[in-house]
């Protein structure tokens, strides 16, 4: 069969694509991400007995806000990265505010806190375990984000891995907040940061492999 014709029986086979259909896709596997993270922390973690009183605090709120305002980012980039020819370079700022903003923030606070403290609000208790517990907590929601980059079309497969592994690391700490007791700034600059990296180097690595057309 010669090239125009296979185009040309692809053409007569078209449909109409929705406007949303890229949202609507990105959404489902955000829906399906989450409650395997929850599922998994429940299994793992179990849920916390103060967490009634947590919810009136205002730290609660704001270490949230970190994973949600990625999450919001995140979703833009991928579902941009999921079509050839975007326009990233907003996206990519996008995701980049709220990190440095976070990091700005923790480094403020350790300029201001006395020399002999600052050590212990960067390690907090949980240091050993934190980063390693939310990628863990992240790979449903990775594997939900890799089957829908594979539905779309992506050209640049590394980068589309990392934009799915930043979502899915933002999902994953959006879920361990919910049981993580660390209330320092500094903690959040460091530990949760250095998640979301691991996350989207594991998405980039993982992609070549997963996304292939």
Request: hydrophobic share 55%.
């Amino acid at each position: 069969m010669k090239t125009r014709d296979l185009i040309a029986r692809l053409a007569n086979d078209a449909s109409p694509v929705k406007r949303d259909a890229v949202a609507r896709l990105l959404n489902r596997a955000l829906i399906q991400g989450l409650a395997g993270d929850t599922f998994l922390l429940a299994a793992l973690y179990g849920v916390r007995s103060d967490m009634p009183e947590l919810i009136f605090t205002t730290m609660f709120w704001a270490r949230l806000a970190f994973p949600l305002s990625i999450l919001a980012a995140a979703m833009l980039l991928a579902g941009r990265l999921g079509r050839p020819g975007a326009r990233l370079k907003l996206a990519w700022c996008a995701v980049a505010l709220p990190i440095a903003t976070m990091l700005l923030a923790a480094g403020g606070i350790l300029l201001a806190t006395p020399p002999g403290y600052r050590l212990q609000l960067m390690l907090g208790t949980t240091w050993r375990t934190t980063t390693a517990s939310v990628v863990l907590l992240s790979l449903p929601s990775l594997a939900a984000m890799m089957r829908a980059m594979r539905q779309l079309a992506p050209t640049r497969l590394a980068l589309a891995g990392a934009g799915a592994g930043l979502l899915a690391g933002a999902q994953g700490l959006l879920v361990y907040s919910l049981y993580c007791s660390e209330m320092a700034v500094p903690f959040w600059g460091v530990w949760y940061v250095l998640a979301i990296v691991l996350t989207s180097a594991i998405g980039a690595a993982i992609a070549p492999r997963c996304l292939r057309w």
